[in-house]
């Protein structure tokens, strides 16, 4: 008789078991719903495209910025001049460097100066590769203003294209590539204030 007294106070306990198993359960389907869902949007793949169509569509997903109206004053960014020793091999040799950032409206230059952690190390890395002789040339200077407007707004998401590797590649091929839509820059010019190397 013992074993039927101790049946029912097992009941409860092996029906409260299941419903937590199946309250688990449909946590972990939601949770793993959400997750597929936010991968899912995350990782939309653009239109096909298509002859026009499909490059329609790739231009109007392009960040867009507003250009500057005519008559506006330019808004500048001064960034905190940059002291790095350069990769000379012979010598040890360094440079100091003053940049400022032109960009197309004080909105953008409040997004800059949020970003300015990213952005200076991005620049230092640039300027630590250079060599002596690579920035006391003009064409040196004029890319180095590329590269440092190029990761000036990689931070902030817009990738642009390096000019010189885009030749490069583009001479010794001669398929036909796709259009890639054209990026518009919030940072329109890279200025030097100050240039030493020593």
């Given amino acids: 008789m013992s074993t039927p007294a101790a049946a029912p106070a097992d009941a409860p306990k092996g029906g409260g078991n299941k419903k937590l198993i199946i309250i688990i359960a449909a946590v972990l389907v939601l949770v793993l719903g959400g997750g597929g869902a ?3 949007l995350m990782k939309k793949k653009p239109p096909a495209d298509d002859e026009e169509g499909g490059e329609a569509a790739a231009h109007q997903e392009a960040p867009a910025h507003a250009a500057p109206k ?3 004053p330019p808004v500048f960014v001064p960034l905190d001049p940059f002291t790095v020793n350069l990769s000379d091999k012979d010598v040890d040799r360094f440079a100091q460097v003053g940049i400022t950032l032109e960009v197309i409206d004080a909105k953008t230059a409040d997004q800059i100066k949020a970003y300015l952690p990213a952005i200076r190390s991005n620049v230092l890395m ?3 590769h250079k060599t002596s002789a690579e920035l006391l040339s003009r ?3 004029e890319k180095l203003a590329r590269e440092v407007l190029r990761e000036s707004v990689r931070p902030m998401g817009i990738e642009l294209e390096d000019e010189d590797e885009h030749e490069e590649e583009a001479a010794p091929k001669k398929k036909k590539k796709k259009k890639k839509p054209a990026v518009v820059s919030p940072v329109t010019q890279v200025l030097f204030s100050t240039f030493i190397v020593q």
Avoid: D, Q, W
């Fill in 70 to 72: 005519p008559g506006t």
């Fill in 139 to 141: 064409e040196g200077k």
């Fill in 126 to 128: 640039v300027l630590s």
């Fill in 38 to 40: 936010a991968l899912l």
